[in-house]
C-alpha cells in the first residue's frame, strides 16, 4: 500500500438516522488502493449501516462519496456494482437447488448466454482453487455444503468479478482455524492485486494478522483511521468501547433465590462438550458470544425451539422434557427470539391481539375468548411495558422498533413465566426504549422470575446482569459473578481468544 | 455418481409409474397403442410445459388454459387469411399477453396465483368475445390438411408441439435466462441479491407460459378446424396433474421438462387408455387424483425420513463424544 | 423497486395512512355495491323489484356460504381449496339418497354435512402435516369426482317419490330459506372468528406461522378446525343447491369452484393469510351475483358477461392488492 496514493473511497459527512436512532452520525471514511482496512466496533455502532450504504443498499440522508476521486452516486446495488465494488455479504446469495458452478456465474453481468456445463464446471475449479476448495465437486448442488464451505463460495462468487472495492461482512463468523488461515490468505492477495478491501470482524486476531489500517466505530460516529502496527490491543479495546454505562441500566436488588433452571450435561448441535447453567429466582444470566459462539444455541435448545441430544433441565428442580414451544410455555418457560420479525410478532395484527397471543386459552372459556378479560390482562401487560395504552388498536408492523421489542417481550408476561429467555433484547431499538425494557426486565425478575440473556453486545450484558458467560466458537469460556468483569475484560475474552 | 445413473434416479418414480401405467393399459386393452395416445394430446403436453416453467419460475399462471382457448378461437376467426398465418398471429398474441402478466405481476408484486385467477376468468371471457358465444369453424375445412400430414405416426402439428418442448428443454437446462428462472424460484431473495433480474425473469417466464397455452390452443383449434368458448375447460387440471406428477416441486426451482414429459405421458396414457376401454372420463380422473396423491405424499414421506435420519446421526454423534 | 414499494415509500406518514386505506378497503366494496344498486335501479328496468333483488341473493346464498366456509382457510395461510365442486356435488347425492333412503330431509341433510366434513377432515389433516393446499384439494377433488360418478353410474340421481325441496323453497315472507341461511351463517362464522379461541389463532396462523409456533399454537390443531369449518359449508350449500334443483349429478355445479375463489379475492381477504373477514367474503359473493344479474337484466350474452366479470376481478384485486401495501411498513 502506498502512504501517498490519492484514495481509492472517500465518504465525507455521511449521516442516517432510522426515527430518533441515529446509525450513522457525520461519518467519515477513506480507503487507499491495495490496503486492507480493518472495521471494528460493537453492534449498533454504525459498522454495517456504512458497509450497506458504500454496497447500494441504504441510501443515506445526507453526505458524499467519491470512487477514485470521481463523485458517485450509490443509490442501488447495481450502481455500487458499477462503480467497482462487490461484497460479501452474512447472508448468503447462493441458491441452494441449484449447483456451485452456476451459482458461481449467477446475477454476473458478464456471464455468457449459453451455460454448457463442462465450461461451467472448469472455469468453476479455477475460482474455488483461490479460495482452497479445490476439492469441491463444482457438480455439488449448494444445498449439499455445509455453512463453512457455503461462506467460502460466497467469497469466491465475489472473487469471480473484478471488483476494486472488496467489502467482507464477518466472513469467519462460522469457519474452522484452517479455513480461517484461506480466507485471510485470499484476502491478502486481493489486497496485493491492487485491490482494496474493507474487512468487518470481531475477531481482533485478525485485524492485527491481515489489516493495515483500522477504523473504529462507536455511538454511529467513526474515528480516524489508524495504523494497525501502531495498536497494540489494549489501545484496540480501549477505543472501542469508552461509554459510560450511565443511567441506562436499572440497579441490581443482589436477593438472589433458589435454583429454578438447571441444565445439566446439556448437549447441543452447534456446541461442542456439555453445558452446565443454573439460573435462580430474582437473578439475570448473561450469556456473551459473537455470531456463532454457541450462546443463540444454548437458548434455543432450552426454549424447545431446537433440538436437546443429551442431557438434562430441571426447573425448579423437576426433569422436564422440552420438545416443543407448545411444552414450554405450558411450564412457564418464555422464549423471545432474536429475529421478531420472523417469529416474535404478528405484523398484521393489533398489540392488544399480539400481547395476548400466547395465553388466550387461559382468558378463555369453553372456547370462547373473554375480550374483558383479555383487554384487562393485555393493558396490564402494556402498561407494565410503557407501550402506549392509546397504541393498542394499532397493527405492531406500524410500530416504531422500540416499541414493536416491547410488544415481542411483553406478550410473555401474560404466561406468568417462570423462566424468561430473550435473545438480542434491544436489537434495531432507540435509547429511550432501551432503558424501558431493561427496567422491565429488572422489575420482572424482581419479581421472582429467572431471566436468561443473550446478546453479542457485551456492554449490554455487562451493565444488565447479575452473573455473566461467555461463549467462544461452540464452548463456555467463563462463567463469573458480573463484580469480577471489567469491561475491556469481557470484550477481550468475547473477541481476542488467541493471543 | 455416473451422470446416467443420477440421471435414472431423480426420475426414478416417474419411470416406474409409466411403465405400471403402461403395462396395465395394454393389460387391459389389446387394442391399445401407445403411440397415437400420446400424440393426439401433445397439445395438452404443450400446455403442461408452460405451467412447469412458470412454476420452476416460482410463480403458477392458472390463465394458461384460459389463453389456449383464447388462442384457438383466434386461429379460426382469422382463418380467413389463412389457416398457417392466423395461428402464427395467435400465438404470437399469446406471446405478448403473456409477457404483459408478467410485467403486471413483477410491477405490482402480487402473487401471481391471486393475478392470473382473475385473468382467467378475463380470457375466457375473451375467448366468448371472440366466438360471438358460439362454436365456431374455419370456412375451409380443407386448410386443416396440411396440419394432418403424418410423418411416422406423428402429424406435423405434434411435431411443432415435439420441437417446442425440446426446444423448452434445452432453454432450461443451457441457456442463462432459462437457469435464472431457476435461480428466482429456488431462491428468490439470493438470486436477487446474487443480481438476477426479477422483472425480467417474470416476463420471460410468463411470456413462455402464454406462448405454449397459445400453441396448444392453436395446434387443437388448427387440427379440428373449429374453437368453442367453452373448450379446454378440463385442460387446467389436467396439465396441473400432469406436471406435479412429473415431480415439478409447487415450491419452485426444481424439476424439468423430461419431467413434465414424464407427467404428461403419464396422464395422456391414463386418458386414453380409458377412452380405449370404453369407460368414462371420470374414471381416468379418479385415478389421476389418486396418483397426484400418491406422488405427493411419497415426497413428504421422503423428506420426513431424511429429517428423521438426519437428527438420529447428530444424536449418535453426540453420544460418542461423550 | 416495485409500483407498491413506491408508493409505500411515497407516503410516509403511517399510521394515519394506514386508517385511510383500512377504511377505503373495508367499505371499497359495500359502497360499490351500493353504486351498481343505485345505477341499476335508475337505468335498468326490471331492477328495482322484489323479484330480481330475491334472485340475486339467491344466487349469492349458495357461492356465498362457500365463500365465508373457504375464508376460514384463507385466513389460515392456507391459499384456498381447489375441490369445492366435487365435494359440493359428492354431498348432494348423498343427501337424495338417504332423503329417498329414509324420506326424512332432515335426517338426509345431517348425513350430507357430515359426510362432507369427513372428506374435509382428512384433507385437512395432509394439509396439516405441511403439504401443499392447493394439491391436495386438486387431488382430493379428483378422487372425490372420480368416486361420485362411479357410485352414480354417471346418470342424474333423483328423488324418486319423496319432496326434498323443502330446503330449497321454504319461504318466510316471501323470502326463500337459503337466503335467511346465508345470512345466519355468515353472522355465525363472523361471531366464531371474532370471539372464540379457534377462530383467533386462525387469524394469527395466517398472520405468521412462525411467530404462531412459537406462540405455542399448534398448526395441525388450527387448520384441520379451518377446514371443518370449510367442509360444514360445503355441506350446507349442497343441501340447499340439491334442494333446489331437485336433482344432482356428477358433472354438476362446474364453474362453483372458480366463484367461491372469485368471491373471497374480490371481498378482500388477503391469499397470504391473516387479514379478512368471512362477511368480506359473502360480499364479495353479493357483488358478483348484483352486477351479474344486472347484466342478465340489460340482455348482456353470456361471453361478454364473462369478460366484465373477469375485467372486474382483475381490477379489484389489484387495487386491493396495491392499498394493503400502500397502507403497511
Known sequence: MNVDAPSRLRATGITKSYGAVNALADVNFELKPGEVMALLGENGAGKSTIVKVISGLIIPDTGQITVDGEPVSLTSVRASQAAGIAVVQQEFSTVGTMSVAENLVLGQSGAPAWWSPKKLNDQAKSILARVGLEDLDPRRSVDTLSVAEMQLLEIARVLAKDAKIIIFDEPTAALSDAEIVRVLAAVKRLAAEGRSVIYVTHRLGEVFEIADRVTIFRNGRSEAPQNVKDLTVDRVVELMIGRELGHLYPERSEKFGAAVLEAKGLKVPGIKGEINLTVRRGEILGLTGQLGSGASEIMKAISGTAD???????????????????RGIIMGIAYCSPDRKKDGIFAGISVRRNLSSPWLRRVSRVGFVSRAQENSEATRSASNFAIDLSRLNTLVGNLSGGNQQKVAVGKWLGIRPRVLLVEEPTRGVDIGARAEIYAQLRLLCDSGVGVIVASSDTNEILGLSDTVATYYRGTQTANKPVQEWTESDLVREVMHRED | MSSVGAWFKTYLLQIIVLILVLVSMYGLNPNFHVESSIERLIPLGVIAAGLAVTMIAGEFDLSIASMAAFSGAVAVALSGLGLLVSVIIAIVVGILLGMLQGWAIAKLGINSLVFTVGTLILLRGMTWLVCNGLAIRVDDITATDMFKVKIGFLTSLSIAGLVVIIGLGIFLSRTRWGRELYALGGGRHEAIAAGVRYNRGMIVAFGISGGCGALGGA?????????????????????????????????????????????????????????GLGTKAFVSELFIGLLLLVVVLFDYFLSFVSERDRRNKLRKLAAAAA | MTITE???????????????????????????IVLVFVLA???????????????????????????????????????????????????GVIYIWVGQGTGNMFIAAAV???????????????VGLGLNTVIVTLAAGSIIYGLTAILTKGEVVQAQGV???????????????????????????????????????????????NTARSSGISPMGTTIWAFTAFSLSIGIAAVLQASQMHQIQADNLPGLTMDVVAAVLVGGTAVTGGDGSPIKSAIGALFIATITQVMVLMSIPEGQRYFVLGVVVVALVVVLHLLRKAGTR
Do not use: C
Open chain 1, 308 to 326: 436437546v441430544l443429551s442431557g438434562e433441565v430441571l426447573l425448579d428442580g423437576e426433569a422436564v422434557d422440552l420438545r416443543g414451544r407448545r
Open chain 2, 219 to 275: 395446434l387443437v383449434s388448427a387440427k379440428g378446424g373449429s374453437a368453442d368458448p367453452s373448450a379446454l375447460g378440463v385442460m387446467l387440471v389436467a396439465a396441473l396433474s400432469a406436471v406435479l406428477v412429473g415431480g415439478i416441486s409447487l415450491a419452485g426451482g426444481r424439476g424439468t421438462m423430461v419431467s413434465a414429459f414424464l407427467g404428461f405421458a403419464i396422464i395422456a396414457m391414463l386418458s386414453a387408455g380409458r377412452a
Open chain 3, 6 to 32: 413506491k408508493i409505500s415509500l411515497r407516503l410516509q406518514d403511517q399510521s394515519g395512512l394506514r386508517r385511510r386505506t383500512d377504511t377505503i378497503r373495508t367499505w371499497a366494496l359495500p359502497i360499490l
Open chain 3, 41 to 91: 335501479s335508475a337505468f335498468v328496468p326490471e331492477f328495482f323489484k322484489f323479484e330480481t333483488i330475491r334472485s340475486i341473493l339467491l344466487l349469492t346464498s349458495i357461492t356465498g356460504i362457500v365463500a365465508v366456509g373457504m375464508t376460514a382457510i384463507t385466513l389460515s395461510g392456507n391459499l384456498f381449496s381447489l375441490g369445492v365442486t366435487a365435494s359440493a356435488v359428492f354431498s
Open chain 3, 112 to 126: 350430507a354435512i357430515v359426510a362432507a366434513v369427513v372428506i374435509g377432515l382428512i384433507q385437512g389433516f395432509i
Open chain 3, 163 to 209: 319432496s326434498l325441496e323443502g330446503f330449497g323453497t321454504f319461504q318466510i315472507f316471501g323470502i326463500p330459506l337459503p337466503i335467511y341461511i346465508f345470512v345466519i351463517f355468515t353472522a355465525v362464522a363472523w361471531f366464531l372468528t371474532e370471539h372464540t379461541l379457534i377462530g383467533r389463532n386462525v387469524h394469527l396462523l395466517g398472520s405468521n406461522k
